[in-house]
């Protein structure tokens, strides 16, 4: 159980850097995850963490201690690695106790933790299996397992479902939740996959070009994303955005755009005439009798839910357009539709910034 | 069957007989001639018969039993080969592991440096390294001292086994060496419980080879030893043809006994050598 913390975090290599200052807490027992697209820095924050990197500047802090110059075994962190990084040459028993075995632990200890991380991860039956006789989810288990045996003051995941098919990503995916629940271990999870930070995190950290985009619960940043990055990299289908410009008129607000009027709600700045980006999300565009006159261009019916494909506008300023809706439609592609938008759900983005507005 | 042996089938079949068959006649005849000398007796042995009239395992009776002059020291020589061999495997093994594990997996500074002297090696024959070796294990007093041969082979092996050894280790992934130090392991564990036991196809790979070469190699060991109780049993071969008369089918019978352990050692590791030699090959 520990609390960490990056202070003014920053890595380079030779005159490259790739992690600009970056300053977070991390809760005692919280589950955070890193999360951007590849390249973005949140795998070298977790190996700084880890201590398999040099800090290149700034303090990485567990427990208020800074750990900077502590070798990786000296920072009691486990890790999870994408690959697994399971010993082959050992049955899953000696993988999980080889940790303990190097620090001369008790040997009825060592089995009695390794029993018991076993019993949690359901791995009993397979203890004295090599690791190429278990399959993707299996050794997964054994990765997991390996870093609970050590108990260790901090979880790190370092990409760890990508290996796995989708299937078998999803039924993991509660599994490292559950497991988190039950041991209360404070959890650092990397991962490129937004929907696994949207399941698993309590707090997740957007990570861009190695900076902080935003920090904050899955439905915080879900519901009023800082910028125009988050907005398009947090769920899924992705967020509708589109290009426009600000009109105050009287008390409302709105944005014109693709020959239209989108209605605007709750605004706390933006200027009349400011450009800025309107951004909708599938979900929140819904079909009405009367509004927005849209194209159907495709139908996709998945069952529960339909996914539409509109187009917005003609010539060069047309632009394409997700609706998700529960339950089915009789639209028709080729046939126009309408759509009804509640402002308040609408988010607007400063035209130069992307900040939010 | 018959029927799918298409004509393409057929073409490829005999394409390889028309290959395998001279290599196969070019590796078996010196060996058959080898086993024929052996079980000649010694009017018969060039007689230019296929297979003697009277074969007869006199011959190795004579060599066990150091019968013959050029026989006198034969188990003293054979311990002396397999005394030598023996060393310079496992010196070889020690130095080669070591420097690939601190090159490859420790990220060495200076290790680049080393891998392009060990390769750099190679563009000087051996042979040509002979007189300054002498000169060198005569400064250091080891002349007819059996430590000269066996650091003269570890030096001619040493650097070839790096080489190996490196590629082979960079095929393990990096990610065991983190877990391993995540999990508490210090570079001398790291490299004991993790890195040996991940490596052994290409250390008995290595480890075989560098033995051979001790075993058979000839220039060295006539040049570095002289004494009849100190050479190894190829040089003492080599003392057969120093008389207009040589006993050759004593020769043959001693060179196939000779022939026996790396032949032995060959098949027992031959799985490990295909695949220990070529791992280092080609970098994938």
Request: glycine share 8%; aromatic share 10%; net charge neutral.
């Amino acid at each position: 159980m520990a609390t960490v913390s990056f202070r003014k975090i920053e890595k380079a290599y030779g005159p490259v850097k790739v992690i600009h200052g970056i300053g977070f807490d991390i809760a005692d027992g919280e589950f955070v995850v890193l999360v951007g697209p590849s390249g973005c820095g949140k795998s070298t924050l977790l190996r700084m963490l880890a201590g398999l990197e040099e800090i290149t500047g700034g303090e990485i802090l567990i427990d208020d201690k800074v750990v900077n110059d502590l070798e990786s075994k000296d920072r009691d962190i486990a890790m999870v690695f994408q690959s697994y990084a399971l010993y082959p040459h050992m049955t899953v028993r000696d993988n999980m106790a080889f940790s303990l075995k190097l620090r001369k632990a008790d040997a009825k200890l060592t089995a009695e933790r390794v029993e018991n991380a076993a019993r949690i991860l359901n791995l009993g039956a397979l203890l004295d299996r090599y690791p190429k006789e278990l399959s993707g989810g299996q050794r997964q288990r054994v990765a997991m397992g390996r870093a609970i045996v050590r108990d260790p003051k901090v979880f790190l995941f370092d990409e760890p479902l990508s290996n796995l098919d989708a299937k078998l990503r999803v039924a993991m995916r509660a599994e490292i939740k559950a497991l988190h629940q039950r041991l209360k271990t404070t959890t650092v999870y990397v991962t490129h996959d937004q929907i696994e930070a949207m399941t698993m995190a309590d707090r997740i950290v957007v990570m861009h070009d190695g900076i902080i985009e935003q920090i904050g619960t899955p439905l915080e940043l879900y519901d009023r994303p800082g910028n125009l990055f988050v907005a398009q990299f947090i769920g899924s289908p992705a967020m509708n955005v589109f290009e426009g410009v600000l009109q105050r008129e009287g008390g409302v607000m709105s944005v014109s755009a693709l020959g239209a009027l989108w209605p605007v709600a709750g605004l706390s700045g933006g200027s009349h005439g400011q450009k800025v980006h309107y951004g909708i999300r599938p979900g929140d565009l819904t079909l009405a009798d009367a509004g927005i006159a849209a194209e159907v261009v495709v139908v996709e019916p998945t069952g529960a839910e339909t996914e539409l494909l509109l187009q917005v506008g003609s010539g060069a300023t047309a632009q394409q357009l997700i609706l998700v809706m529960h339950g089915r439609t009789d639209a028709q592609p080729g046939q126009t539709v309408h759509l009804a938008i509640d402002g308040a759900m609408a988010h607007v983005f400063d035209g130069q910034g992307g900040q939010r507005l | 069957m018959s029927k799918g042996l298409t004509l393409k089938k057929v073409s490829t079949e005999a394409k390889l007989l028309l290959i395998g068959i001279p290599v196969f006649l070019w590796t078996i005849i010196p060996v058959y001639h080898l086993v024929l000398f052996a079980i000649s007796g010694r009017d018969e042995a060039t007689s230019g018969h296929l297979w003697p009239k009277n074969p007869t395992l006199q011959n190795f009776d004579f060599v066990f039993n150091q019968k013959h002059f050029y026989l006198d020291h034969f188990w003293v020589q054979m311990g002396n080969s397999v005394l030598i061999a023996g060393a310079v495997g496992a010196i070889t093994l020690f130095v080669a592991t070591s420097a690939a594990f601190a090159i490859s997996r420790l990220k060495l500074a200076g290790g680049r440096w080393v891998m392009n002297l060990a390769l750099f090696t190679y563009f000087i024959p051996a042979a040509f390294l002979a007189v300054p070796m002498y000169k060198t294990m005569g400064n250091y007093g080891l002349l007819n001292n059996q430590w000269s041969l066996i650091l003269a082979m570890v030096t001619i092996a040493s650097p070839y086994c790096i080489w190996v050894l490196k590629q082979a280790s960079d095929k393990l992934p990096w990610e065991l060496d983190e877990a391993a130090r995540m999990d508490g392991a210090t570079p001398l564990q790291l490299f004991r419980l993790v890195y040996l036991p991940l490596m052994v196809p290409s250390l008995v790979a290595v480890g075989t080879y560098s033995l051979l070469l001790a075993w058979n190699e000839y220039l060295y060991a006539f040049l570095l030893l002289s004494n009849d109780n100190k050479v190894t049993l190829a040089v003492a071969l080599g003392h057969f043809l120093s008389a207009d008369d040589s006993p050759w089918e004593l020769l043959m019978a001693t060179g196939l006994i000779y022939a026996l352990p790396p032949a032995a050692i060959y098949y027992a590791f031959k799985r490990y050598m295909v695949g220990g030699l070529t791992a280092g090959a080609v970098k994938s």
